[in-house]
């Protein structure tokens, strides 16, 4: 390895408190004062620079993923600003990457926000129980009492990308955010929640309404109360505990839409 392009990774780490692990080629070479292309054919790989800085008495760190660091990236620019001001761009500088990099794992704007809600979303993690685990979802009150479960503790858990995101959607109903709810998210609620909500209609435990009542009359009191919860509790308002939020939630839906014979079922 050659000790100038070693010395200029040490000295671009020191002076900008990155591991070299984590340092783009491209930082590497400005600092050397080489070209792209001589630096990308002295530097075999990755491992190869790591090891040979090792051997020069320093510690290259550990390189996290291009994705991992996109995606914590694009988390702190919607925190920062708001979903508006997430670019493909920006969230290049901010790992210190090319921007076809980023473009080549997510494939756009789009897909940064996509990578973003399976981080912090609930609806993921529903997904995966409905998929595993059918069984907890054959008793309808088991049912919406684990959705509820999984929301409360996504929700709670977040530190305002959800949020973030909702408040974007709503108020720009032509934006990235709303399209991103039209094109991919009720599309997966509808063939996740949606589906079992039709599986417990044929079953005779729920209510036939349409969709588009039974969704949101399962997923909005919740969400408006998380979202009010988070302002109470900074203004020093008393909130309930979880469990009551939960056991609250599940009972006045179920009361609202079981169908007579459930409701005579549980009595």
């Not at 491209?26 to 990308?40: E, F, K, L, N, P």
């Not at 075999?44 to 290259?60: C, F, H, I, Q, T």
């Not at 039974?214 to 505990?241: C, E, F, K």
Request: hydrophobic share 45%.
């Amino acid at each position: 390895m050659d000790a100038a392009i070693v010395r200029a990774a040490i000295e671009e780490a020191e002076q900008t408190a990155t591991p070299v692990a984590e340092l783009s080629l491209d930082r590497i070479a400005r600092r050397a004062g080489v070209s792209r292309s001589t630096i990308y054919r002295r530097v075999r790989s990755r491992e190869a620079l790591n090891e040979a800085v090792r051997k020069a008495g320093a510690d290259p760190g550990s390189r996290v993923g291009v994705r991992e660091r996109a995606v914590a990236a694009a988390t702190e620019i919607i925190l920062a600003d708001g979903v508006a001001a997430l670019t493909v761009e920006g969230v290049a500088r901010r790992v210190g990457c090319a921007v076809s990099s980023v473009h080549t794992t997510f494939g756009g704007r789009a897909g940064l926000l996509a990578a973003v809600f399976e981080r912090h979303a609930p609806l993921p993690i529903v997904e995966q129980l409905i998929q595993a685990d059918p069984k907890r979802f054959s008793d309808f009150e088991t049912g919406v009492r684990t959705i509820y479960t999984v929301v409360f503790d996504a929700v709670a858990d977040d530190t305002g990308v959800l949020e973030a995101m909702v408040a974007e959607a709503l108020g720009s109903p032509n934006g990235i955010g709303m399209a991103f709810v039209r094109e991919q998210i009720a599309p997966r609620i509808a063939a996740t929640v949606g589906t079992w909500l039709q599986e417990q209609i044929r079953a005779g435990h729920c209510i036939d309404l349409p969709l588009s009542m039974l969704v949101p009359l399962l997923i909005a009191p919740i969400s408006v109360h998380l979202i009010a919860r988070q302002r109470l509790a900074a203004a020093g308002q008393p909130v309930p505990d979880r469990q009551t939020v939960i056991d609250t939630m599940t009972t006045a839906f179920c009361r609202a839409v079981e169908t007579t014979s459930t409701r005579h079922r549980r009595t």
